[in-house]
């Protein structure tokens, strides 16, 4: 089974921008998508972002801002995260879904606070 391993949170101030990165113990190639979630207390896990075969998809809240992206040889996918807003505050999770299986990571949390 292909673990995912996410990195990249922390504290960050409003306008401020985070590369979380998330490596996969296999290949990505196992997955049919990969997509990054957020969670906040009280509310459930939500999209944020996810890579499709005809091309990324994002949560209406986070476009233009955020960016995923994947590099197949490196098993990696990245969220580039820009102009940071007090409300993506959360703790944002790597998965990768595979024959209706989603798989994730342990999360990483980010704090956008000034």
């Known amino acids: 089974q ?3 391993v996410e990195s990249g949170g922390g504290l960050v101030e409003p306008g401020g921008s985070l590369r979380l990165s998330c490596v996969a113990s296999g290949s990505i190639l196992y997955f049919n998508e990969m997509n990054w979630y957020r969670q906040v207390p009280g509310k459930e896990r939500a999209l944020v972002a996810g890579m499709r075969s005809n091309g990324p ?3 209406n809240s986070v476009k233009g801002r955020f960016t995923i992206s994947e590099d197949i040889a490196t098993n990696s996918v990245y969220l580039q995260m820009n102009s940071l807003k007090l409300e993506d505050t959360a703790v944002y999770y790597c998965s ?19």
């Open 2 to 4: 292909v673990q995912l």
């Open 57 to 59: 998809i994002y949560e």
């Open 96 to 114: 990768g879904r595979r024959r209706g299986m989603d798989y994730w990571g342990k999360g990483t949390p980010v704090t956008v606070s000034s």
